[in-house]
Antibody, heavy 122, light 108 residues
Framework: EVQLVESGGVVVQPGGSLRLSCAAS????????MHWVRQTPERGLEWVSL????????YYADSVKGRFTISRDNRKNSLFLQMNSLRTEDTALYYC???????????????WGQGTLVTVSS | EIVMTQSPATLSVSPGERATLSCRAS??????LAWYQHKPGQAPRLLIY???TRATGIPARFSGSGSGTEFTLTISGLQSEDFAVYYC??????????FGQGTKVEIK
């Protein structure tokens, strides 16, 4: 069974930093492109970032480009999101998600975690 | 960026009835359209991809149709576990991948 478990969400002040983690199990992690997606009541679901299965390519939403960095450790079946220069508008529930099919950069989200809550507030 | 618009925002349906949800794209996404079900406190679940292909383990009462810019998710014979929020998602033009704002299916 595919499992994605996010962690690391906390309350942080504007301008601060945070690192989210996603522990993956139940599939061959290093075969799949992974994503971060966030959700807020105001903006709904918003794709944040992608990293290909080999870590060779990354993509970012314009709203986080230059502030967030996605990475992965295929030896530890883990996905990360380093979030710097946080803003109040980054407050959201952050999900990690796995591509439906292996070794495809694009595609859709076959499985999601339950999310971790990031609150940016002074 | 492709904007996805879902209607209605809320749909009130009695158990056993049919629910029809709509999703419109601001430009053609071919058949690269997925539907997800989301219940509070749970992970979103993939229902439909390729506009009409049911994901593994999804009951036959869920069906998708459409192509280009107009798409429909139909839930036939609504069951209690089907009351949730449903999102459409285009994966044709990226980045960014974009979602509709969701349709909440509630008990009438």
């Amino acid at each position: 069974e595919v499992q994605l478990v996010e962690s690391g969400g906390v309350v942080v002040q504007p301008g601060g930093s945070l690192r989210l983690s996603c522990a993956a199990s139940g599939f061959v992690f290093d075969d799949y492109t992974m994503h971060w997606v966030r959700q807020t009541p105001e903006r709904g679901l918003e794709w944040v970032s992608l990293i290909t299965w080999d870590g060779g390519s990354t993509y970012y939403a314009d709203s986080v480009k230059g502030r967030f960095t996605i990475s992965r450790d295929n030896r530890k079946n883990s996905l990360f999101l380093q979030m710097n220069s946080l803003r109040t508008e980054d407050t959201a529930l952050y999900y990690c998600a796995k591509n439906l099919e292996p070794e495809i950069t694009a595609g859709l989200f076959g499985h999601w975690g339950q999310g971790t809550l990031v609150t940016v507030s002074s | 960026e492709i904007v996805m618009t879902q209607s209605p925002a809320t749909l009130s349906v009695s158990p056993g009835e049919r629910a029809t949800l709509s999703c419109r794209a601001s430009q053609s996404v071919s058949s690269n359209l997925a539907w997800y079900q989301h219940k509070p406190g749970q992970a979103p679940r993939l229902l439909i991809y390729g506009a009409s292909t049911r994901a593994t383990g999804i009951p036959a009462r869920f069906s998708g149709s459409g192509s280009g810019t107009e798409f429909t998710l139909t839930i036939s014979g609504l069951q209690s576990e089907d009351f949730a929020v449903y999102y459409c998602h285009q994966y044709n033009n990226w980045p960014p991948w974009t979602f509709g704002q969701g349709t909440k299916v509630e008990i009438k």
